[in-house]
């Protein structure tokens, strides 16, 4: 069934709004509009899809507990230089409200002389030594949330490997000639299998909660290797440490910062409606919905514009 005039009428109102601003009842009235425009093709439909942010199509299965432990676990994984760029974080607003140019301008070269001094007196005082108040160097919150998610990623990663990661292979080789064959492959074969780089050492070097969640998300993904299979009650535990760790540090990814400053609001929203802001870091920026947790990087930005 084509739409009445009045049907377009209201659909063109409802168009001119924004996503944010539908109540329940627009909602609703955009849907049922759907339903008399077929085929699911048609402009229409496609205008009802983004403006309600509704998939009308069947809804796509659940995923699986372990598709969402990986999903967990590769969000931490891929997430913690954010989530460590968080310790040094500024407290003050970024970009600051007033310019220091401007300040500057109104002194006087006497003003400007006493106050250089002062600043230069100041900076040589305050050591680590010195006395008086000092900031943390580090946002002591954020530092001891990350060293819990931490730890619990690592012992998970310990207990799994303890459980699932059979011991190298170790040959008795009797004394042999030099030129014996199979002796010289079987100590090959023994080396290989202990230096194998899927096993999770307990004195690996650089062990953080990055390196766990990715070896996790790795014997979810790709059980081949030097372990036994992975079982029900083994899956449930990764999958529920991982969404566990996963929830406590949304909070701190909510709102980005890095050691340039504050994330700073952009004038636009998502798909989703979700308020969009950028966050300035040493060699890239990032933007990020606060609705739907999507991140975009300013290299994937750019390489989008150069595909279109």
Not at 47 to 69: D, F, I, K, M, N
Not at 195 to 213: E, F, I, K, S
Request: contains cysteine; proline residues 9%; negative net charge.
């Amino acid at each position: 069934m084509s739409l009445t005039p009045t049907d377009r009428e209201h659909l063109n109102i409802l168009i001119q709004r924004a996503a944010r601003n539908l109540t329940p009842q627009e909602r609703s009235t955009l849907l049922r509009l759907w339903e008399r425009n077929r085929p699911p093709c048609s402009p229409v439909h496609r205008t009802v899809q983004h403006l309600t942010h509704q998939h009308l199509e069947p809804p796509l299965p659940s995923p699986s507990p372990r598709g969402r432990a990986i999903a967990d676990l590769t969000e931490l994984a891929v997430s913690w230089p954010e989530l460590r760029d968080a310790l040094t974080a500024r407290t003050t607003t970024w970009p600051p409200a007033g310019r220091m140019t401007d300040y500057q301008r109104q002194l006087t070269p006497d003003e400007a002389a006493a106050e250089q001094y002062a600043t230069a007196a100041e900076l040589a005082e305050r050591t680590a030594l010195a006395p008086g108040e000092h900031p943390a160097p580090l946002s002591v919150t954020v530092l001891d949330t990350i060293s819990e998610i931490q730890d619990e990623l690592l012992g998970l990663a310990d207990e799994i490997a303890g459980a699932v990661q059979r011991p190298p292979f170790t040959f008795k080789i009797p004394s042999a000639s030099p030129h014996d064959d199979i002796a010289r492959r079987l100590a090959l074969t023994e080396l290989t299998d202990r230096a194998d780089p899927r096993r999770w050492r307990y004195n690996l070097a650089g062990r953080d909660g990055a390196t766990a969640a990715s070896w996790l998300a790795d014997r979810l993904t790709d059980p081949a290797g030097p372990f036994k299979p992975l079982t029900d009650t083994q899956i449930e535990w990764i999958g529920a440490v991982a969404a566990a760790c996963r929830r406590r540090a949304e909070p701190l990814l909510a709102s980005p910062t890095t050691a340039d400053g504050q994330a700073v609001d952009l004038p636009l929203v998502c798909e989703c409606g979700g308020q969009l802001s950028v966050t300035n870091s040493v060699d890239d920026f990032r933007v990020r919905c606060a609705g739907c947790g999507i991140t975009w990087t300013g290299t994937s930005l750019l390489e989008q514009l150069r595909a279109t």
